[in-house]
Nanobody, 125 residues
Framework: VQLQASGGGLVQAGGSLRLPCAAS????????MGWFRQAPGKEREFTAA????????YYAGSVKGRFTISRGSAKNTVYLQMNSLKPEDTAVYYC???????????????????WGQGTLVTVSS
């Protein structure tokens, strides 16, 4: 199983970015998927998650209403749409997948078994 996150970059506050996470070796529509982020000097934190069927989504309070997790029309790709970005959103963003087919989506990073390499998002003020 391989996950590859991309789409990071430098953006001004108030701007938008969309991060794709391409999966190989598994079908994302059968497993819970999540996005986590880690800012410099801080612990990894939950950002967003989606149930295996895409019916339920969950967000950290700090991003709710600004970020959206979704599955795209492209095969085996999960997206994190980030709008109204703030300097405090600056972090390395990781996509992750649980190994339990049809399992629950959780907000705990240790529940996720497969991780992408991360993509850096920098928001300037």
């Amino acid at each position: 199983v391989q996950l590859q996150a991309s789409g990071g970059g430098l953006v001004q506050a108030g701007g938008s970015l969309r991060l794709p996470c391409a999966a190989s070796g598994r079908t994302v529509s059968s497993y819970p998927m999540g996005w986590f982020r880690q800012a410099p000097g801080k612990e990894r934190e939950f950002t967003a998650a989606m149930t295996w069927n895409g019916v339920m989504t969950y967000y950290a309070g700090s991003v709710k209403g600004r970020f959206t997790i979704s599955r795209g029309s492209a095969k085996n790709t999960v997206y994190l749409q980030m709008n109204s970005l703030k300097p405090e959103d600056t972090a390395v963003y990781y996509c992750a997948s649980r190994s339990l087919m049809f399992g629950e989506a959780t907000m705990t990073w240790t529940d996720y078994d497969y991780w992408g390499q991360g993509t850096l998002v920098t928001v300037s003020s």
